[in-house]
């Protein structure tokens, strides 16, 4: 029984280790040399009595760490979820008790310990990004309330009105909150989409290189075809005449038996190979009955029709056959296949500007909730409305054969036939889920074409 092609493209990334430890001590050198700018201007320049051995002790604990970091690792080390989180929360709790001896929220780059819970957010699992943000709110909180005012070298102290500093905590607050749930959003989503582009890239390899496989398996069924009757008919012959010699006799039957079973091999063999200078292209019926053929046999009827739309050609158009077109209808066979209780549709339509293909099925349809998002990676449109066991998958089918497609100028558009959720008895036909497919015919219309020639030989 066919079983989803997603599920056996390869091992899952894990998004583990991909935090360079290198790249968060140059992180931590640059903040390092913000701070200690930012503490000689405000001494020296805008005469700020500021705390320097304490200062500069907390900046000088975030030089030690990096320090400390450089020779114990290799430039080569990643940081695993828990290690990236670790060394965050130390830039964050370093900028928290800087921050409180340097005037608390009236500092203005009070701001900056948003970056550690950012950071965090595109390089982290949720779980730690959640912890990070927390602990941000807490810090910050902390130094709102215990912290150092600034104050000049005449004794003037630096105040901002109360209402004022509230309002700086609160938008620190939101700002945690915020930032940190878009920036892992929008990462996740990247992430997810890398996964799935790199799924695509295998399966259309893979359909690639089938095609390019039963190419050489149909030329040598081709080539070896003749030899083979040659035998079978000398074979045939030396029987015959053997008559009086029962054991010379039995080899020639064997020899002509073994030569037929070489055909047979051949041909089953044979069939895979399209790559045949005349199959290069071919009618868009042979194409579909082509994509759909692994599930003849599955115990669901696949009916095909196919028909002009008004003002098109009576004769049925021939198409490129493209691997990714192929391997892309098949797998809109295989899901409707798959949800299907009886039936399952594979209608063509054409006219001079477009070719239009749709698979539909009688099963129960897309669930609404998730009918706007499909072809989205890592989203399994009907696995709550399965009732095949055999049914298994990692939500990369339709997002594969959507790419796949959209690579060929088509357009895509799923939806649901006629009243998909009615009770079982009252469904009319085609009332399950639909897929249409739509081409430019300039896009996968192939040109008419004399004859072709002689195949090309196998070169050795």
């Not at 990462?187 to 582009?197: I, K, P, T, V, Y």
Request: with cysteine; glycine share 6%.
């Amino acid at each position: 029984m066919p079983q989803r092609h997603e599920a056996q493209l390869g091992p899952p990334e894990t998004h583990q280790d991909w935090v360079r430890l290198r790249t968060l001590i140059f992180l931590r050198w640059a903040a390092i040399v913000g701070q200690l700018g930012a503490i000689a201007i405000a001494y020296y320049i805008y005469d700020i009595a500021l705390d320097l051995p304490l200062c500069l002790a907390t900046v000088g604990a975030a030089i030690a760490a990096n320090v400390v970091a450089i020779y114990l690792f290799p430039d080569t080390k990643r940081l695993t979820q828990t290690e990236a989180a670790a060394t965050l929360m130390f830039d964050m709790a370093q900028l928290a008790l800087l921050l409180s001896i340097t005037g608390g929220l009236t500092n203005p780059f009070a701001l900056l310990i948003l970056v550690p819970v950012t950071i965090a957010a595109t390089a982290l699992s949720r779980s730690a990004t959640i912890i990070l943000g927390l602990a941000t709110m807490v810090m910050i909180s902390i130094v709102a309330l215990i912290y150092l005012p600034l104050e000049t070298h005449s004794g003037e102290i630096l105040t901002v009105p109360a209402v004022f500093e509230f309002g700086y905590w609160l938008a620190i607050v939101i700002g945690v909150a915020f930032l940190g749930a878009y920036a892992h959003t929008i990462s996740n989503e990247n992430r997810s989409m890398g996964d799935a582009l790199r799924a695509t890239q295998l399966a259309l390899a893979r359909e690639q290189k089938l095609t390019d496989l039963g190419g050489v398996v149909a030329a040598a069924a081709h080539e070896l075809g003749t030899p083979l009757a040659t035998i079978k008919l000398v074979s045939s012959e030396l029987a015959d005449e053997l008559d009086a010699y029962p054991e010379l006799r039995d080899d020639a039957l064997l020899i002509r038996e073994q030569a037929d079973r070489c055909r047979d091999i051949l041909h089953s063999m044979g069939r895979a190979g399209k790559d045949d200078l005349h199959l290069r292209t071919a009618p868009l019926l042979a194409v579909l009955r082509e994509a759909a053929e692994p599930h003849f046999e599955r115990g669901i009827d696949i009916l095909f029709d196919t028909r002009p739309l008004p003002g098109g050609s009576e004769r049925q158009p021939t198409i490129y056959r493209y691997p990714e077109l192929i391997h892309a209808l098949r797998n809109f066979v295989q899901n409707a296949v798959d949800f299907a209780r009886t039936t399952v549709w594979v209608e063509a339509e054409w006219d001079e500007e477009t070719i239009r293909v749709r698979v539909s099925d009688d099963g129960r349809g897309y669930p609404s909730n998730v009918l706007n998002r499909i072809g989205d990676p890592f989203l399994q449109p009907r696995s709550n409305a399965s009732e095949r066991k055999e049914y298994e998958g990692m939500g990369l089918g339709v997002f594969i054969a959507k790419t796949l497609l959209e690579r060929t100028g088509a357009q895509l558009a799923f939806f649901n036939g006629d009243a998909p959720y009615d009770a079982q008895s009252d469904k009319p036909l085609r009332c399950g889920a639909v897929v249409e497919v739509r081409w430019p015919a300039a896009q996968i219309l192939a040109p008419e074409t004399g004859a072709l020639g002689l195949n090309q030989p196998i070169l050795t």
